[in-house]
Structures are given as structure tokens and as C-alpha cells.
């Protein structure tokens, strides 16, 4: 994985490369998917978010849903920037062999999980917000995979510092503005009410 291809990503070839038996893979780690969440732990190709904050956490746990929201989607966009082995992983949920999803679940329900302890704090049943969190992060995560795979989206060469913040801006744009649809929303809704 960390030599960019999925393709060739699967139990047989780690037993190959690491001259273990398939025995052994399943004893200590259950599977592909235990080795590859191992693997991100030792080698810290996925940093843990609230390392990457520029606050500390009680800080950030304080400010308003949407900001959080906000703060995080740009550091998960820094992440991928920075760590394009994590697109690898990603992308081998799509172009990997079937045993490869079992690693790349890992990975992902592991990133998923941060962000919900670090977003909410615990689970939220603002259904509108955990919508718009979904569909923030899934967009990050696409960009981030094209960036790895096939720079040119929509005409940003997202090889470039300049590119790259464009269009990381115009998802954050589209949260404010839905910020701003919201605080709206609930001015007219305390109006109403008086």
C-alpha cells in the first residue's frame, strides 16, 4: 500500500513480503483488516485529528457545532494533502481485491469514529448536521483520492498548493453558507414564536 497500489494489496502478497504464514496474519491480527489498522497505528500515516487541532480539545469542544464541523473538514483535507497513502487505502475499497475491503473498512470505520468523538463528542441525532458532515467528508474524501489518482478536477490541478485550497474554500463556502441558511431558519422560528 505505501508503494501506491492496491491492486496487488491482499493477504498472499503480505505473507510474501513479510514471510509469515496466513496463520499467523489471522492469530494476532484477525485479518487483512486488523494488519492495515495496525499498520496506520505504527507507521502514523493517519495522524490523530486532535493532535492537528490548533487548540486544545476542551477549546474546541465549546465552539458551535457547525464551526467544529468546519475546522474539521479543512484539517481532514490537510491529512489527505499530507498523507496520500491514505487515498491509497481508500481508493482500495473500489479498485482492491475483495479482501482488501476488510482493511480499508478498518481504516475508515477508524477515521470515522475520531471524527464523531471529536465533531459531537458522542453520537448526535441532529440528523440535518450529521447529513451535511457526511456529505462534507465524502467530498473530502473524493478530492483527496483524485488528488492522488488523477490531479486534473473540474480544471484544479490539485497538485497545487493554490488549486488545492480553492477547492477545499468552496466546500467550506457551501458549509457557511448552510450555516447561514440555519441561523436564519431559526431567527424566523423565535420570531414566529413571540
Request: hydrophobic share 45%; aromatic share 10%.
Amino acid at each position: 500500500m505505501e508503494r501506491g497500489s492496491v491492486h496487488d494489496a491482499g493477504v498472499n502478497a503480505l505473507i510474501k513480503e513479510a514471510g509469515v504464514g496466513k496463520k499467523q496474519i489471522y492469530d494476532y491480527f484477525g485479518g487483512l483488516g486488523g494488519v492495515a489498522d495496525a499498520w496506520v497505528r505504527r507507521t502514523g500515516i493517519w495522524p490523530r485529528l486532535s493532535d492537528m487541532l490548533d487548540e486544545p480539545l476542551e477549546t474546541f469542544h465549546q465552539r458551535p457545532p457547525m464551526e467544529r464541523l468546519r475546522m474539521l473538514v479543512r484539517t481532514y483535507a490537510s491529512s489527505l494533502r499530507a498523507h496520500p497513502a491514505v487515498a491509497t487505502i481508500m481508493a482500495g475499497e473500489f479498485a482492491g481485491p475483495p479482501e482488501l475491503r476488510d482493511a480499508v473498512t478498518a481504516v475508515r470505520i477508524r477515521i470515522w469514529e475520531e471524527y464523531e468523538r471529536l465533531f459531537i463528542g458522542q453520537r448526535s441525532e441532529d440528523k440535518e448536521l450529521l447529513a451535511i458532515a457526511m456529505t462534507m467528508l465524502s467530498a473530502v474524501s473524493y478530492v483527496g483520492m483524485r488528488a492522488k489518482f488523477e490531479p486534473n478536477f473540474f480544471g484544479f490541478d490539485l497538485h497545487d498548493d493554490l488549486a488545492w485550497e480553492r477547492v477545499v474554500g468552496m466546500l467550506d463556502h457551501v458549509m457557511g453558507r448552510y450555516q447561514t441558511g440555519v441561523d436564519a431558519a431559526t431567527s424566523r422560528q423565535a420570531d414566529n414564536a413571540d
